[in-house]
Structure formats: structure tokens, C-alpha cells
Antibody, heavy 118, light 107 residues
Framework: EVQLLESGGDLVQPGGSLRLSCAAS????????MSWVRQAPGKGLEWVSS????????NDAESVKGRFTISRDNSKNTVYLQMSSLRAEDTAVYYC???????????WGQGTLVTVSS | EIVLTQSPATLSLSPGERATLSCRAS??????LAWYQQRPGQAPRLLIY???NRATGVPARFSGSGSGTDFTLTISSLEPEDFAVYYC?????????FGGGTKVEIK
């Protein structure tokens, strides 16, 4: 079964850091683009970051550039999102997603909640 | 940044009726547009990619059309499980962007 399982979400203070992980199974992980997409409470979807299959290139939303870093370990079938200098507006459910035909997403995790609050 | 504008914001229909959802891009995205369905408390589900290609396992009542700046998602006959929020997304240019969503609710 194709599956993505996120972890690492937590309550963190403004200015703090957090690392999210997404473990993949059931498909050839190293062949696909992976991304993070977030959803603030009661709001729509916002693309955050993407990484190529080999990990040699990344793209980030302007809202997180310089604060968030996406990476992957193909030997562990895992993609990460390192988040720093967190702000209240980063509060959201963070989904990892598998790319199909580039950056459309055919498999999504269940999401992990990040809450930034003092 | 390419802005995707979805309309209407809310669509009130009865089961069995036809639903027509619109997504308009602020500049051409060619055919690089997808549609997702999100039910309450669930992750999004890919329905349509590259404007008109149904994703694996998506029922034939869902269809997509359009190119350039104007796109449509049609649900030919609404089933109870189709009442949800629908988002469009473009991958033509960075940054990737989503529309604000259309909620299809039971009338």
C-alpha cells in the first residue's frame, strides 16, 4: 500500500524550531518529487516546499524562504522539513505529498499539526 | 505569482444535480492545472491533473476541461460523498499556487 506518514508536529514558541519527517512506503521513493503543503485552521491549501527526486534542487514559497529547508534521505525513504524562526502564521496542518508528472500530488499523508504560540 | 480564482465560493446543490466549478488563472498556465477534493478532516485527494486527466480510481462523473486561463471541473451527477471542498492548483510556474476553494454543499 502506498503510504506517507508525517511526524514531528508540536506546540512551539514563536522564534522556535521544529523538524517534520515524512516516511514513505509502497512506492519507489527515490523516483519522485516530494513536497510539503500546509493548511492553516479553517483556511485553504498553501504550497510550502518541493524537492526533486535526487534532492539536487529545491523550491520554497516566499513566505518560508530562508526559514524552512526541505531535504530528503532516499536511503531511508524519508523527506524532512526543517523549520526555524517560526511565527504564529506558520500554524497549520503540514502535509507531505508525492508528486506525479512533476508537482501535482497523487498521494498525501494524514498531516501533522504545528502550532506556534506562546 | 500566478493567482488562481475559484468561483463560486459556495455551490448549493442537491444529490443527482450537475456541478460546474470554475478556476481562472491570472496568466496562462497552459494545461498545467489540477483539481483536488477535500472532505472534512481528511487530506486532499487528486481528482484531475493536466486539466483533463482523471487520476487513478476517480469516478467518471468527474471531468475537467480548459486551457490557458479558464478551467472547469464538472461533476455530472452529485453523489452524497461528493459534498466537499474543491481546490485547483497550477504547476506552470514557481511558486506553485492553489485556488481559494469552492465548497459544494447540500441544498
Amino acid at each position: 500500500e502506498v503510504q506517507l506518514l508525517e511526524s514531528g508536529g508540536d506546540l512551539v514558541q514563536p522564534g522556535g524550531s521544529l523538524r517534520l519527517s515524512c516516511a514513505a512506503s509502497g512506492f519507489s521513493f527515490s523516483s519522485y518529487v516530494m513536497s510539503w503543503v500546509r493548511q492553516a485552521p479553517g483556511k485553504g491549501l498553501e504550497w510550502v516546499s518541493s524537492i526533486t527526486s535526487s534532492g539536487d534542487r529545491t523550491n520554497d514559497a516566499e513566505s518560508v524562504k530562508g526559514r524552512f529547508t526541505i531535504s530528503r534521505d532516499n536511503s531511508k525513504n524519508t523527506v524532512y522539513l526543517q523549520m526555524s524562526s517560526l511565527r504564529a502564521e506558520d500554524t497549520a496542518v503540514y502535509y507531505c505529498a508525492k508528486g506525479i508528472g512533476g508537482n501535482f500530488y497523487d498521494v498525501w499523508g494524514q498531516g501533522t499539526l504545528v502550532t506556534v504560540s506562546s | 505569482e500566478i493567482v488562481l480564482t475559484q468561483s463560486p465560493a459556495t455551490l448549493s446543490l442537491s444529490p443527482g444535480e450537475r456541478a460546474t466549478l470554475s478556476c481562472r488563472a491570472s496568466q496562462s498556465v497552459s494545461s498545467y492545472l489540477a483539481w483536488y477534493q477535500q472532505r472534512p478532516g481528511q487530506a486532499p485527494r487528486l481528482l484531475i491533473y493536466d486539466s483533463s486527466n482523471r487520476a487513478t480510481g476517480v469516478p467518471a462523473r468527474f471531468s475537467g476541461s480548459g486551457s490557458g486561463t479558464d478551467f472547469t471541473l464538472t461533476i455530472s451527477s452529485l453523489e452524497p460523498e461528493d459534498f466537499a471542498v474543491y481546490y485547483c492548483q497550477q504547476r506552470s510556474k514557481w511558486p506553485l499556487t492553489f485556488g481559494g476553494g469552492t465548497k459544494v454543499e447540500i441544498k
